[in-house]
């Protein structure tokens, strides 16, 4: 009666099949874009721990395997069951590795290639890069497809022949993602105008003015992404607003967007009676403080980079 396989007998096909996966990723790394490469790692990390995770689930059906083969030893009619058990086990494992190595380098390259497709011209594909952003998010404005966009417009802040000043504003009045709006305007104002970003503004106001707080904690929320210092204007009037939070969340978007010329704004706040308050505006007040009053006056590209939408994976 032939013998199952003993569980280090699957340790040679797992560590193959895991240096296959990281060679064929380590492979795209070096000629993807290095804008890519961080989340490609971090795709494959999470793909290595649901292959170990599969790989500690077939041991454990391997291991009951073979107490079934030393079972089946005691029995005439137990022969060859064991065996039939432990090769299915072997190639269930097998499959299950090669299909999550190939899951994990695809889903790696789709977001990556998305992202290089809308910032590529070709005569496959002749749509200008406005043209593609709006189709993209079309189909399906989903949190990683507004991500990609986001990102690819950031990347594009310089290439003014790609995209215009003309196509941004375009681009600006046919989307309704606020992400989306907002790197839009940054990119704009980072380029010397500031329309949108005021524009930005201008809507930021109307929603502070909601009955709900939670929509007026939500547009502070975004108004501190922008790091614009214009916003100190429409949040300002929020550090005073009847509900803690809201004036909470406008002493964190003064933070954000202010200077050394908002710091009597924040001052007032350091003796409330508050606890909440009094601390948060004595820490957004020393920030302040160590900041000119020329400070962000002007967008830079790491203010708005902290501010993109982390593209998801699963």
Known sequence: MSTPPKIGSIKPLVAAAFAGALLAFSAQLFIADDSDQTQKILVMENRIRALEALLDQKDQQLKNTNWLSLQSRSTTNSNGVAAKLAR?????????????????????IDSGQMLKNLG??????????TEKVSD????????????????????????RENLPDYALQ???TK??????????????????NNALMENHLSDARTQLKSDDPTARQHALQNLAKTH???????????????DINVRLDALLAMRATGNQSHLALVEKLVNDPDPNISSLAIDVAGHLRNLSDSARTTLSSADIAAELPIIPHP
């Open 175 to 192: 989307q309704s993602d606020p992400d989306v709006k907002r790197v839009i305007a940054q990119v704009l104002s980072q380029r010397g």
């Open 170 to 172: 375009s681009l600006y």
């Open 120 to 129: 590529t011209r070709s005569i496959d594909d002749p749509r200008s890069f």
């Open 228 to 242: 614009y210092v214009n916003a100190v204007s429409v949040i300002a009037p929020m550090l005073h607003d009847a």
């Open 88 to 108: 299915t086990a072997n190639s269930d494992l097998s499959s299950s590795l090669d299909e999550n190595a190939q899951y994990g380098t695809a889903v790696a």
């Open 136 to 159: 993209l998010l079309a189909q399906d404005a989903s949190q990683e497809k507004v991500a990609i966009v986001s990102k690819g417009i950031f990347d594009m802040a310089n290439d």
